[in-house]
């Protein structure tokens, strides 16, 4: 959900490493990424290209899925379960950029990506996969789709970043388009989870109740509607912070055109 | 005759680099420290806790006792200036910290209205293992009060307001969580009944008396040694300080033991999920002041790990 904001440094990271030649620009970007953190070596920019390449192509699946889907059906609805395999694979697979993180090879928090791909990870896994009757809900196409571009935009503009050869449309897109996306992968996100709630209330999905050995309890249909609260102040955070970056990394390279 | 030169003073803001003050005629031997009271006087809301006063905007802050002519300036000193916002002293830093999560446990054990059902309103558990957590977790916080009050020397004189509010949600929250499972009407007692509360209780109080003899110890050191000299805390006669062969922090060490032990005493998750949370926070400390201690002096034992001996 909150993907559009993930790596942000790393977002500053790429355009450091794809404006060479701005010289004569302030230099707010430079200061943006400081620190001289060696960027990875070559082995490691080997292995995040290919890991950059397969997500974008993994997600590329998912969005052709969707569109044949639609086609084959000729309606919106029920498209989840043509496309559900590779979207648990590939969000699954995401996990792997908190190691990245970790290791080092990408300056990004560990402590930011990995809320973040956690909470994508708990959509799909923790309620989507879990309550089978939200499954055929079109909230689910909604957030499905806006992560589908979202996702391909992003790793694609990694894979242009890593390589030094950034065309501006991709990185234009990337502080585009989540002006739209990201409004409409929270309302899916949101919808998917209210849908949720009657059915972990009946079902006691998760959950645990007193009395027990280890005195301790958890109420899941609880901790949802906390979830839903929490979108009330991270999602406006998230949202003006990837608005400020659009603002610093597209009048950057309006200067430079203007020259 | 001598002529003392003075210095020129003017104070920046450290992001605006705006000048925000000019002080003439200061005395070279004057302080950082009367330097941030003459600040003082032209921005009453700033008072000298709230400054944070540096040569360079993105270098190090410069201390209170640092003397103006012992800096690289000429007599013209450029300082930066950064507001640290509202602080308050360490004291009430405690307190605030304190007083909470024992009165809340209290709420709690007591049965106050409107946490558990109302026919369980002021009513009292009929297990004994409840009354003795209580009486250990109320006794832990007030050990920390009196340490706060009269053991502990600080050395930073205030934490910002924002910190304190943090760190008061996050122990009121899990004080009021874990009482709220101890003292619940449907608290399941330990498995192994007497003898688990028996033998976590005895290591519980063991830990408590070891991390305040920690606490005495390195208060002393810093009596004895003063400002200027640094000396790292040894073993005494008190067996509870033994654990500095093996530790660098052995106060951290004494904690977690104290509330591991906790955990097993009332078999309850929420404790022991606080004891692994604490666990992680002190042992990220412990490892910094090792770090510390290593660096600082030649002689620091080998043997010694940060937390725990021989481990980690």
């Known amino acids: 959900m909150w993907y559009t904001g993930i790596h942000v440094v790393s977002a500053k990271w790429g355009s450091v490493m794809s404006a060479p030649a701005m010289g004569t620009t302030k230099t707010a970007h430079s200061d943006v990424a400081p620190k001289k953190k060696r960027g990875p070596g070559a082995l490691a920019t080997a292995y995040l290209v290919i890991y950059n390449v397969v997500m974008t192509a993994g997600w590329l699946v998912i969005a052709v899925g969707l569109v044949r889907a639609y086609l084959v059906r000729g309606s919106y609805h029920g498209l989840y379960f043509s496309i559900e395999k590779p979207l648990k694979f590939f969000q699954t697979g995401a996990l792997l950029e908190i190691l990245h993180c970790a290791v080092g090879i990408v300056p990004s928090s560990v402590v930011l990506t990995g809320f973040q791909v956690l909470s994508r990870v708990f959509l799909t896994w923790a309620v989507t996969h879990s309550v089978r009757e939200v499954q055929s809900e079109d909230s689910v196409l909604l957030f499905v789709s806006a992560w589908t571009i979202t996702e391909i935009i992003r790793y694609s503009f990694y894979t242009f970043s890593l ?87 597209l009048a950057h390279v309006e200067e430079y055109k203007t020259e | 005759m001598s002529r003392t030169t003075f210095f020129e003073v003017e104070v920046l803001d450290g992001r605006t680099r705006q000048q925000l003050c000019f002080l003439d005629k200061v005395e070279p031997h004057a302080t950082i420290g009367e330097i941030k009271s003459l600040f003082h006087k032209s921005y009453q809301q700033l008072y000298p806790a709230r400054q944070d006063l540096k040569l360079d905007p993105k270098g190090k802050s410069l201390r209170d006792d640092d003397v103006l002519q012992n800096l690289p300036v000429g007599t013209t000193a450029t300082i930066y200036f950064k507001d640290l916002g509202p602080q308050v ?120 008396l070891g991390n305040f003899s920690i606490h005495v110890a390195l208060n002393n050191l810093k009596a004895e040694g003063g400002p200027k000299c640094r000396r790292f805390p040894h073993p005494t006669k008190n067996p509870f300080t033994w654990l500095f062969f093996f530790v660098s922090c052995p106060n951290y060490t004494y904690e977690v033991g104290a509330w591991a032990s906790f955990s097993v005493m009332t078999q309850c998750l929420p404790v022991a999920l606080f004891t692994f949370l604490a666990f992680i926070q002190m042992t990220i400390w412990a490892k910094g002041k090792h770090k510390t201690y290593s660096r600082e002096f030649k002689d620091y034992p080998q043997l010694r790990m940060p937390i725990i001996p021989l481990l980690l």
């Not at chain 1, 009657?198 to 959950?207: A, D, E, F, R």
């Not at chain 1, 280890?214 to 949802?224: A, E, P, V, W």
Request: glycine letters at 4%; aromatic letters at 22%; charged letters at 10%.
């Open chain 1, 163 to 249: 390589l030094n050869h950034l065309p501006y449309l991709i990185k234009w897109a990337r502080y585009t388009f989540f002006l739209v996306l990201y409004p409409m992968g929270v309302t899916g996100e949101l919808l998917t989870i209210y849908a949720a709630l009657p059915y972990v209330q009946k079902t006691g999905l998760y959950s645990v109740t007193l009395p027990n050995k280890y005195n301790f309890s958890f109420d899941y249909y609880t901790f949802l509607i906390l979830t839903m609260v929490s979108y009330i102040p991270l999602f406006p955070q998230l949202y003006f912070h990837m608005m400020r970056q659009r603002k610093k990394v």
């Open chain 2, 89 to 208: 002293g360490w004291t009430m830093v405690f307190l605030a910290e304190y007083l909470g999560p024992l009165f809340i446990y209290l709420l709690f054990y007591f049965r106050a209205p409107y946490i558990y059902s109302h026919q369980d309103v002021f009513t009292s558990s009929p297990y004994s293992v409840v009354t003795l957590a209580c009486a250990c977790h109320t006794c832990h916080y007030i050990k920390r009060l009196i340490e706060a009050i009269f053991v502990h020397r600080f050395s930073h004189g205030t934490m910002p307001l924002r910190t304190i509010v943090r760190n008061c949600v996050y122990y009121w929250a899990f004080s009021a969580w874990l009482a709220f499972y101890i003292n619940h009407p449907l608290y399941t007692p330990p498995s192994y009944g007497d003898m688990q509360v028996n033998y976590a209780l005895a290591i519980f109080v063991l830990c408590e």
